[in-house]
């Protein structure tokens, strides 16, 4: 009656690294699944690293090459948080020997290397998934479902943005974040929004972007009195246009004074509207009809039981779940799909499809 | 020792019309003005509604012909509050016989006859004023005193938008709302947004955007069977670029479901951000620096004596300003313009120039 | 066809004296009224503050004595805004000359004196209304309705509470309000939420309380070194029983650090709930339903045209009423009663039922 | 370089069984600790439920019977999730034991059972600690902090309440909940917010309550048509007094209707406020100084690194810890302190005192 286990290779030991491998350990008390996830190599930067972070992160056995892992048959899946340049060459190894992929978001830097990749997948056969946690929410699938649904009607319009203020000091220096391949405020957490935009509403035809850089030089480290230039945009403003017919608006903003975590959204139906920020990620605001009536109003839904997987976290509504909760949805999903079930995505595919939308705007505004 | 009489007549009795008697009767208890303001004629449709309408709105004489109001030599002050498409007609009736003039509203209909207007004032040398009441709040007050004084540091970003959901319900017949000829929501709604945008952050220099029109026909009358085609937009977004270099999206949307009166926007700067929205109108939200400081965060700003001129209506915060109170305020400042003070507008130069932004949108959609 | 004339005398020119004012200069523009309301006479400290308030707002006439005004055989209504200590004398003298009276809050600084005028009220047989202006709200209307159709069940429990924070500071002098005859916190704004709570939910059988002074002096007056102390109170808290079962607690703060109007309450019942606060004054807070469903939690119902009378003001939701809209709505009420309308209160009686639960908690907490 | 194993040995598998397992699973990834947690033996309600549910847990061995698992040597910590009339023996045979106890709240069921282990625990010499999770929340850290820093001046009031709807149903029957030997809403949730309230302000002096059952009876079982009277309170008000002089009211409630988990309250001061809801756990609102200013009101601090020990979680403010997370919080305090750390309780003597004011209150409402 044992379930068969699923050994799980780590790639990378920051702060993703830490919030996978509790995922990992959290998962099986709190879901039911078709495997038992092991946690069985980590890979690090060094062996000595390695060794270390194994101990913390409940890891029974440490590498300082990814290339091992990745080649090690006793892995069945690797999950990929390392650097972002790195992403390619990690995830085509652990594709050529066959393992399912869970890689972090971006899925790559560029567009030609994100459809390396997805080329690569069709070739494997196997389960990928990126790690877009915020979908994972309780709260966007209802949102999704209500839409779904009818509930709110024919779509008419989206009002979205991602911002947060941890780039809104000058004096944060240089980092993979402020790489001219790959960087910048659209693809980091830009690329949140789009997707939950594409979970929401579907595809996205049009776009054009305006952007802005704000601080035109970081020092190349902190505290550093040498500085370089920054070539990536902080804020970028796009008009969209859905297949569907509805039009809008997405925001990217690293420097928002004030904001922790806006990832939020305003979607108008012509029978409803649905509005969500992450800000508050346990409440979901939703206007049924258009409005006007002597009680009529937005209702704040608080996540609770009737919204799944919430029950899993917890028996009683109102009780929140957290950013942490999110990864190991993230993770229930993966071995689901891994053992036959329904993946929800989003799929390396899915991902490419992001980074499209994320290239369109920023080519737009050059 | 009693004040001059500042003889005034009004074009219009429906819903503003009865906003600017109301106004006009309660100004003189209210604030300390160089003139007293009288009600003396009101100009109607007919001999017949002007008279009972006179005496509901307090005004001492009626007529049926807004000419012979405009040519009236006892009448000091023209508030014009007519069709929109009557707009030009009065103003410069008006401006020729040497009135100061109060408008509601758009200006006019088209750029053109914007342009014609505005260049009637400049020979008629009088005071004018156009009814962009939404700017009078002393919370909008307060928030540019903050931007101007380097508060927020730089500007960064604007978000805005003016939701209602006024037109959501395809029922709701053709009006002079759905006119091709200056209707639309972006004409209609944006305008105000637009007005606030340049009121806080001064020129806008690039504006392009998207529209829908939503509900493609319209009854001809409610309740009517006889549907005529909708041909202006019920939502638009555009991206926006100010003088000053900040970047930003503004949105006009008269359908959307749940949103009552969600003119609001959410101003980013290097140093701080405001925010703001018109369902809470007595609150200005504040954040001093960019956060992320143990106690920092937005702070909900109350309106009260300190933000002048509330104290006008009430010596002790929190008792809240109502809309027909920003139409008070906006009449003491027509007042004290004519009398020699400052005038802060928006006179009709200005209106011209929020109209010009919403020519420019419009015409990027098409 | 033009209406009789409903002559008014006005007993003060200070803040509320200026809200009485704009109330009835404003309201037959905005009301359909049985009468013309007339502002006759002004009657103030002296001769010459009449004379010069009397301009200001709009009076034709002013005197020194406001006996005077009250014996005047060509006034219809005397309105009442003198301080505390002078309602009695005042209201007992315009009940013996048959007029009808409008009093503010409190009736009186006693239980006695209170009760004095009510015995009176009974042989004048006049129209009597005391300005418990919150409860004009078409909001607080609606909440009442709602209850009263069973939209939320049995009544559980009341959570009331009415917080400032005007006397927070030690500076904050002596004045009426600290008068050990008829001042303190819960005299002062305890009442506001007391009729409040007798107005939606109906008579209050047990009341019991806690109070405390805070600061223990003040100075004699603004700036003065010399200090009295303080004999009333600053906070009270208190549990309260009402006949129809249900038990809550009140509280009255006038040292609420932070708060500017925070006369708010909850109403939990078995099948709903709704929640208020004047701070957000045009909103209501309504639970259908104990909660728990997939879509069910609180909804916000902004005011607008289906909340009389609402529409009287605004033809279009979201608008917001202010502070000033409800003594509009209070005049409105009392015109109507005068003129053989329901008289919705409250009248005397009512605000001596107040006045006995104010001194029911009093006389628990010493 | 191993930490040294703490083996746990945990008696019960329901929800907060799960919620520990968890707990434990994850702390080591997360904190640095002195020991290294080991999920060493299960015990449930019969060997086949202990062996199925431990495979799930994460248990190495499982038992039917939790004295074999209190007298087993090989385990050092106790934490006892079982049903509330169970906790006194559990206790006090791992006490007997030499074990380190960690219970579920409520300490026992009555007062005279928590006397008799607390005077167990003096005699033990060991560490104990009770689940009042919701004090672990960074937020309410930060509160106790501001508060013992001065930043709000002197506590003025204390307005609190625990409502949840979880018992509003009266189809909800009979349960543990319901027993008239330790239920109650009062018992189940009031005693957080009185552990809370001792934990923000210290020792509450006076305590006087009124209750109601509202459901005078409850089905034995779901769907049963056998119906029992129910004896407990749904809703208790209190009037409290704290030690060092503020006054305030305390609600517990489950039948709440619309509210999930409004564990909330607001503290004023002489010289600021703080106000908090679970409903929004990552957020505490705070008012520095009295109000008034130009830009002062109430701040809302949303949790953040800056924010121990939330920086354990995420490194990025805003991305919200969730109900399980405060458990891991409470399971890390919990081991630091039997390495000899500082132990922030509430320890059993803690536990006893707040069952004590649940008596108080209790015993004034019959």
Known sequence: MMKPELRIGLVGSGFMGRCHANAFHSVGGLFDLPFEP???????????????????????????????????????????????????????????????????????????????????????????MVGFNFLRNPMIRLARELIEAGEIGEIVSFRG????????????????RTDPDGGGALADIGSHIISMARYLLGQITQATGQCRTIHKTRPIALGSTEHLPVLVDAVTFALVEFKGGAV?????????????????????????????????????????????????????????????????????????????????????QLIDAIGGGFNPGPDFQEALEVQKVVSKIATSCS
Request: charged share 20%.
């Open 38 to 128: 092991v946690c069985e190599t980590l890979a690090d930067i060094s062996e000595e690293a390695g060794a270390l972070n194994a101990a913390t992160l409940g890891f029974a056995r440490a590498t300082g090459d990814w290339r091992t892992l990745c080649a090690d048959p006793s892995i069945d899946v690797v999950a990929g948080i390392a650097p972002n340049v790195l992403h390619e060459p990690i995830v085509i190894a652990a594709l050529s020997a066959g393992k399912h992929v869970y890689c972090e978001k971006p899925l790559s830097t560029t567009l030609k290397s994100a459809q390396r990749i997805t080329k690569a997948v069709q070739e494997a056969g196997v389960v990928t």
């Open 248 to 332: 809008g608006t997405i925001e990217a903003n690293w420097a928002a004074s004030g904001r922790t975590m806006d990832l939020s959204w305003e979607i108008t139906g012509t029978k409803g509207a649905l509005a969500f920020s992450q800000e508050g990620m346990n409440e979901l605001v939703f206007c049924k009809g258009s409005g006007g009536g002597r009680t009529s109003g937005f209702t704040k839904i608080e996540a609770g039981p009737s919204h799944p997987p919430y029950g899993n976290f917890c028996p009683a509504p109102g009780h929140h779940l957290g950013f942490n909760d999110l990864k190991v949805i993230e993770v229930a």
């Open 161 to 176: 943005r991602h911002a947060e203020n941890y780039m809104a000091d000058p004096h944060v220096p240089h980092s993979f």
